[in-house]
């Protein structure tokens, strides 16, 4: 990743935007945390914060007339949260503080002419910053009592006068401001700023102060707005005076980056979905709880869209924005210890918070490049991926391939491609699906082949092109069919991975012809969309038809069809991040009361896996009194065998083919396993072949290790990469395995 | 390199079946991604067999293989 992608990618996600009450208040006030703490009725720290932003926050905030209402996100589920209101009540209760400590002085003289909101603000803004500010007013503040008075209680404003004073304020009570001593003022001061609305109007140019800088033509003299109603936006334009002021006196641009000074549109999306409507609370002077309630309405806005509904997202406790930032940071480490591998292998790759994102930002295109780099630098952690990869070349090797025109056929228009992932899980209702198929239609060939997903989700480039190439070879070799797809995720992939076949997904062909003989029809059931059909809007509908012709009664989701939630087996992640996948599958169990029913296989053996009923439409369609809703998963060894003897019977019964003679030797080791060793051996994917190896090497060497109390014995075995071990016994001329485990260090010095 | 000890392994209750004999602890090399460490371990005094214990295979083990992994 580029430091131009970050950029690109962080500037798309929008929950740091500002809230649009702070991006509506023409200071800024940050009203998100003032309301936040209010409702935790901290009075004086929700002080804090006005005062932080706020000149004379005294006046200021019981003056305020509060044109964040008219923004808030509230506004349209009761009523916005009365800000103003809740600014006066902090005033009145909170505990004051002293004035902002102000910046060394920068040896800059500034007059300021007009003691009214505005002029008062900007001496207090300039003030601050270390300008030497002379106040020109006959008797200061006596313009802002005379406008609104009795709207302030005694001493208020007082009190900020003379908190302008410790500023460093200087009042000049006796010099009546003529044009001529403006003219003298504007030779001695480095600048000028004149309160429109409380001078005389013989010292206002005759040109309207330009609405950026709030200059004139004459230089170093700033005016306020004449007219301007609102006390904020007086304060605002008091501000505007002094940042103009002081890029003035430094010499620097006058007008860039200034777009956000005053209210601005901001594109933080806040949804109201599940908010309830909550009308505005009266606040009253001494009762707290008004107080607090009003400020419990605020919706505290951010975007969050993606991680309310990715658990994901959620788990790595951030948003997108950091992740991406993370992932760019893991991508530059060059020693030390990358942190968010796991992180970045965690996606599901499964688009949902694309979908829901208002800005369309896509977590599965920054971790599958990521993932795409780690191969690339050789970074990969070599454990993340490797059992379902070798998983892949064992579907696309010789035991499990299968291109064949129909039997007795030399031509296929038709081939039926029903995934690796099917034939391992359910090699019956394949086959039975197959035989409907070529009942019905006639020149189906069978192509038994791995459609890549696994090499795509692991970013390994190398593989996928592997994997295209022959599925383009056996493809050709079978004429060019037209291929009917049941799984979605091969649907998707081989779009990609045969761009020039014709894809039909098996949902679609079954609508058109109509359903086979002997479904088990009736029931209800929640429909469970792949998210591999979330961009597929017709198979999901072609699957709801099928249900609905079945009469079988279909509750959805909350989160279905397009926003539809991954099982946790999408992007590898079960492989990569085991516990996480099983809390991403409890998430989507929870999801419905009903049992689920689904058309992705692996949907339905991970739904299995955390203990939801569930079945794959095969199930319905193709029924077998094995196939319930409550049959577990298959292991990772029957899932190899189930797709080995689906292949064998197939071409022995259908294509009169016998095997070829040559077998492993260590298929010919006898050996059964408790069913504790079978539990910890798929935890630890671990395969009966592998501890067959263990077992024949262990036979072949005579070198094992005993147990003293239990006379069990151990052994281990290096294949390739990973050391197996295996504790068993002797059993019945053969052998039964209690226990298994491995590792990927290795033990230098020869042993095997 | 200084040699590693995992106190909390205990495999006396294993003995080598082909030489018969006890196993005692002695340093073994062991590797992984170009890293390499002395790790004391179960060996059988005879014919060198070494012995990785589950509880070690599946606990530090498996930590310092995921932290090498991430380097």
Same mark, same amino acid.
């Given at each position: 990743?580029?430091?131009?992608?970050?950029?690109?990618?962080?500037?798309?996600?929008?929950?740091?935007?500002?809230?649009?009450?702070?991006?509506?208040?023409?200071?800024?006030?940050?009203?998100?945390?003032?309301?936040?703490?209010?409702?935790?009725?901290?009075?004086?720290?929700?002080?804090?914060?006005?005062?932080?932003?706020?000149?004379?926050?005294?006046?200021?905030?019981?003056?305020?007339?509060?044109?964040?209402?008219?923004?808030?996100?509230?506004?349209?589920?009761? !009523?916005?949260?009365?800000?103003?209101?809740?600014?006066?009540?902090?005033?009145?209760?909170?505990?004051?503080?002293?004035?902002?400590?102000?910046?060394?002085?920068?040896?800059?003289?500034?007059?300021?002419?007009?003691?009214?909101?505005?002029?008062?603000?900007?001496?207090?803004?300039?003030?601050?910053?270390?300008?030497?500010?002379?106040?020109?007013?006959?008797?200061?503040?006596?313009?802002?009592?005379?406008?609104?008075?009795?709207?302030?209680?005694?001493?208020?404003?007082?009190?900020?006068?003379?908190?302008?004073?410790?500023?460093?304020?200087?009042?000049?009570?006796?010099?009546?401001?003529?044009?001529?001593?403006?003219?003298?003022?504007?030779?001695?001061?480095?600048?000028?700023?004149?309160?429109?609305?409380?001078? +005389?109007?013989?010292?206002?140019?005759?040109?309207?102060?330009?609405?950026?800088?709030?200059?004139?033509?004459?230089?170093?003299?700033?005016?306020?707005?004449?007219?301007?109603?609102?006390?904020?936006?007086?304060?605002?334009?008091?501000?505007?005076?002094?940042?103009?002021?002081?890029?003035?006196?430094? !010499?620097?641009?006058?007008?860039?980056?200034?777009?956000?000074?005053?209210?601005?549109?901001?594109?933080?999306?806040?949804?109201?979905?599940?908010?309830?409507?909550?009308?505005?609370?009266?606040?009253?002077?001494?009762?707290?709880?008004?107080?607090?309630?009003?400020?419990?309405?605020?919706?505290?806005?951010?975007?969050?869209?993606?991680?309310?509904?990715?658990?994901?997202?959620?788990?790595?406790?951030?948003?997108?924005?950091?992740?991406?930032?993370?992932?760019?940071?893991?991508?530059?480490?060059?020693?030390?210890?990358?942190?968010?591998?796991?992180?970045?292998?965690?996606?599901?790759?499964?688009?949902?918070?694309?979908?829901?994102?208002?800005?369309?930002?896509?977590?599965?295109?920054?971790?599958?490049?990521?993932?795409?780099?780690?191969?690339?630098? !050789?970074?990969?952690?070599?454990?993340?991926?490797?059992?379902?990869?070798?998983?892949?070349?064992?579907?696309?090797?010789?035991?499990?391939?299968?291109?064949?025109?129909?039997?007795?056929?030399?031509?296929?228009?038709?081939?039926?491609?029903?995934?690796?992932?099917?034939?391992?899980?359910?090699?019956?209702?394949?086959?039975?699906?197959?035989?409907?198929?070529?009942?019905?239609?006639?020149?189906?060939?069978?192509?038994?082949?791995?459609?890549?997903?696994?090499?795509?989700?692991?970013?390994?480039?190398?593989?996928?092109?592997?994997?295209?190439?022959?599925?383009?070879?056996?493809?050709?070799?079978?004429?060019?069919?037209?291929?009917?797809?049941?799984?979605? +995720?091969?649907?998707?992939?081989?779009?990609?991975?045969?761009?020039?076949?014709?894809?039909?997904?098996?949902?679609?062909?079954?609508?058109?012809?109509?359903?086979?003989?002997?479904?088990?029809?009736?029931?209800?059931?929640?429909?469970?969309?792949?998210?591999?059909?979330?961009?597929?809007?017709?198979?999901?509908?072609?699957?709801?038809?099928?249900?609905?012709?079945?009469?079988?009664?279909?509750?959805?989701?909350?989160?279905?069809?397009?926003?539809?939630?991954?099982?946790?087996?999408?992007?590898?992640?079960?492989?990569?991040?085991?516990?996480?996948?099983?809390?991403?599958?409890?998430?989507?169990?929870?999801?419905?009361?009903?049992?689920?029913?689904?058309?992705?296989?692996?949907?339905?053996?991970?739904?299995?896996?955390?203990?939801?009923?569930?079945?794959?439409?095969?199930?319905?369609?193709?029924?077998?009194?094995?196939?319930?809703?409550?049959?577990?998963?298959?292991?990772?060894?029957?899932?190899?065998?189930?797709?080995?003897?689906?292949?064998?019977?197939?071409?022995?019964?259908?294509?009169?083919?016998?095997?070829?003679?040559?077998?492993?030797?260590?298929?010919?080791?006898?050996?059964?396993?408790?069913?504790?060793?079978?539990?910890?051996?798929?935890?630890?994917?671990?395969?009966?072949?592998?501890?067959?190896?263990?077992?024949?090497?262990?036979?072949?060497?005579?070198?094992?290790?005993?147990?003293?109390?239990?006379?069990?014995?151990?052994?281990?075995?290096?294949?390739?990469?990973?050391?197996?071990?295996?504790?068993?016994?002797?059993?019945?001329?053969?052998?039964?395995?209690?226990?298994?485990?491995?590792?990927?260090?290795?033990?230098?010095?020869?042993?095997? | 390199?200084?040699?590693?000890?995992?106190?909390?392994?205990?495999?006396?209750?294993?003995?080598?079946?082909?030489?018969?004999?006890?196993?005692?602890?002695?340093?073994?090399?062991?590797?992984?991604?170009?890293?390499?460490?002395?790790?004391?371990?179960?060996?059988?005094?005879?014919?060198?067999?070494?012995?990785?214990?589950?509880?070690?295979?599946?606990?530090?083990?498996?930590?310092?293989?995921?932290?090498?992994?991430?380097?």
């Amino acid at each position: 990743m580029e430091q131009a992608d970050l950029r690109q990618w962080e500037r798309q996600c929008i929950q740091e935007e500002t809230p649009r009450c702070v991006a509506a208040c023409p200071i800024h006030v940050d009203a998100k945390l003032f309301c936040s703490l209010m409702g935790q009725r901290r009075w004086d720290k929700a002080w804090q914060v006005l005062a932080k932003t706020m000149p004379l926050p005294g006046v200021l905030a019981r003056l305020c007339d509060a044109p964040c209402e008219s923004a808030c996100v509230r506004k349209d589920a009761g !009523g916005a949260v009365e800000l103003g209101e809740l600014e006066r009540y902090c005033a009145e209760n909170a505990k004051p503080v002293p004035p902002p400590k102000p910046l060394p002085s920068r040896g800059k003289r500034v007059a300021v002419v007009g003691d009214g909101m505005s002029g008062l603000s900007g001496a207090w803004e300039m003030a601050r910053r270390g300008f030497d500010v002379t106040l020109y007013s006959s008797e200061p503040g006596r313009h802002l009592r005379e406008a609104l008075g009795e709207r302030l209680p005694d001493g208020v404003l007082e009190r900020e006068l003379a908190s302008l004073v410790t500023l460093g304020v200087r009042f000049d009570k006796e010099m009546k401001v003529s044009p001529s001593v403006l003219d003298s003022l504007l030779e001695e001061a480095d600048a000028v700023f004149l309160d429109s609305d409380a001078i +005389s109007s013989d010292l206002l140019p005759a040109e309207v102060p330009d609405e950026i800088t709030l200059g004139v033509p004459r230089l170093g003299l700033f005016v306020a707005p004449k007219g301007e109603a609102s006390p904020v936006l007086q304060a605002a334009a008091g501000r505007r005076a002094a940042n103009s002021i002081e890029r003035f006196t430094q !010499g620097v641009s006058m007008v860039s980056g200034r777009e956000r000074e005053g209210a601005y549109a901001t594109r933080l999306f806040t949804s109201l979905e599940k908010v309830e409507s909550v009308a505005p609370v009266a606040v009253e002077s001494d009762s707290e709880l008004t107080a607090r309630d009003e400020a419990r309405r605020c919706l505290q806005c951010e975007c969050l869209e993606c991680v309310k509904v990715c658990e994901y997202l959620r788990h790595y406790k951030s948003y997108p924005k950091v992740y991406v930032r993370q992932i760019y940071n893991n991508e530059s480490i060059v020693m030390g210890t990358r942190q968010a591998n796991t992180m970045i292998n965690s996606c599901m790759l499964c688009g949902l918070c694309e979908t829901v994102c208002p800005e369309d930002f896509d977590m599965a295109e920054v971790c599958l490049q990521a993932r795409r780099t780690m191969v690339e630098k !050789g970074k990969m952690p070599p454990s993340a991926h490797e059992f379902a990869l070798r998983d892949m070349a064992f579907a696309n090797g010789e035991q499990c391939v299968v291109a064949e025109h129909a039997p007795g056929a030399d031509a296929s228009e038709y081939a039926f491609f029903p995934g690796c992932q099917l034939t391992a899980s359910d090699p019956d209702g394949v086959e039975k699906a197959y035989a409907d198929l070529r009942g019905r239609i006639g020149n189906v060939g069978l192509l038994l082949h791995c459609c890549g997903a696994p090499a795509h989700w692991a970013g390994r480039e190398d593989l996928e092109a592997e994997t295209a190439a022959s599925l383009v070879d056996k493809w050709e070799a079978l004429g060019r069919p037209k291929l009917i797809v049941s799984c979605p +995720s091969c649907v998707k992939t081989l779009r990609h991975q045969l761009p020039d076949a014709e894809i039909t997904s098996h949902w679609s062909l079954l609508r058109a012809i109509g359903l086979p003989q002997g479904i088990a029809g009736g029931g209800a059931f929640a429909v469970n969309d792949p998210c591999a059909a979330r961009h597929e809007p017709l198979m999901r509908e072609d699957v709801r038809a099928l249900l609905d012709q079945m009469e079988i009664a279909v509750t959805e989701p909350e989160l279905t069809g397009q926003t539809t939630e991954c099982c946790g087996y999408g992007g590898l992640l079960s492989e990569a991040n085991p516990q996480l996948a099983k809390r991403v599958a409890q998430r989507r169990a929870a999801a419905a009361d009903e049992d689920f029913v689904t058309y992705c296989v692996m949907c339905r053996d991970q739904m299995a896996r955390v203990g939801k009923r569930a079945v794959h439409l095969y199930d319905l369609l193709f029924p077998a009194r094995s196939r319930c809703a409550c049959r577990p998963s298959p292991g990772y060894s029957d899932r190899r065998e189930n797709r080995i003897r689906l292949r064998e019977r197939l071409l022995r019964e259908l294509w009169r083919k016998e095997m070829d003679g040559e077998t492993d030797p260590a298929d010919a080791i006898d050996v059964s396993f408790t069913e504790e060793a079978l539990e910890a051996m798929d935890e630890r994917r671990i395969l009966k072949t592998d501890i067959r190896k263990v077992l024949l090497q262990a036979r072949n060497s005579g070198k094992w290790f005993v147990h003293r109390e239990t006379g069990r014995f151990l052994a281990s075995f290096r294949p390739s990469i990973v050391t197996y071990w295996a504790v068993f016994e002797n059993h019945e001329g053969g052998y039964l395995v209690h226990d298994a485990w491995s590792h990927r260090m290795r033990i230098k010095g020869g042993q095997p | 390199m200084s040699v590693i000890k995992v106190p909390e392994i205990d495999s006396v209750d294993w003995s080598c079946a082909a030489c018969g004999e006890e196993l005692v602890r002695r340093p073994v090399e062991l590797e992984y991604l170009d890293s390499q460490f002395t790790v004391e371990l179960p060996v059988c005094p005879q014919c060198n067999m070494v012995l990785i214990p589950k509880a070690l295979a599946l606990g530090k083990m498996h930590q310092v293989e995921q932290l090498l992994e991430d380097k």
